[in-house]
């Protein structure tokens, strides 16, 4: 008896995980814009890329992406929704910060951020 009520517990207790997890990840908003700016920086080089994933209702069009103060700029257009596009920004941009602009009138500046560089892995 004491076996198939804590069991019943434990099949709610993950029931309900899983319920909040696929919820977390339904769009409530028409139009959404995640920008995630990479720069992994080497000892002879440096990478970087720029991730934009559509995580709204609707498809963004319009969309450009300034990798430095309105001189490098390259248009992506459309992105359907749940979608992602990775754009590399051009050779000599300043890698300081992407500019993200969108229909109907999304604007994201973001930073380029750096990976944790760990001892022992390449790159380090």
């Known amino acids: 008896m004491?076996?198939?009520v804590l069991a019943a517990i434990a099949g709610g207790i993950v029931a309900v995980a899983l319920a909040a997890m696929?919820?977390?990840?339904?769009?409530?908003?028409?139009?959404?814009l995640s920008v995630d700016a990479l720069k992994d920086e080497q000892s002879l080089f440096t990478d970087a890329r720029v991730v934009l994933s559509n995580t709204?209702?609707?498809?963004?069009?319009?969309?450009?992406?300034?990798?430095?103060?309105?001189?490098?700029?390259?248009?992506?257009?459309t992105i359907a929704p749940g979608k992602k596009i990775t754009?590399?920004?051009p050779e000599g941009a300043q890698l300081d910060s992407v500019t993200v602009t969108a229909d109907p009138g999304i604007e994201i500046v973001q930073e380029y951020r750096r990976p944790i560089k760990l001892?022992?892995?390449?790159?380090?």
Request: a negative charge.
């Open 22 to 32: 696929f919820a977390s990840t339904i769009p409530t908003s028409d139009y959404s």
């Open 87 to 89: 754009v590399s920004p």
């Open 56 to 77: 709204g209702r609707l498809e963004l069009t319009n969309i450009m992406v300034d990798f430095g103060n309105g001189t490098q700029q390259e248009t992506v257009g």
């Open 2 to 4: 004491r076996v198939a």
């Open 119 to 124: 001892p022992g892995m390449i790159g380090s």
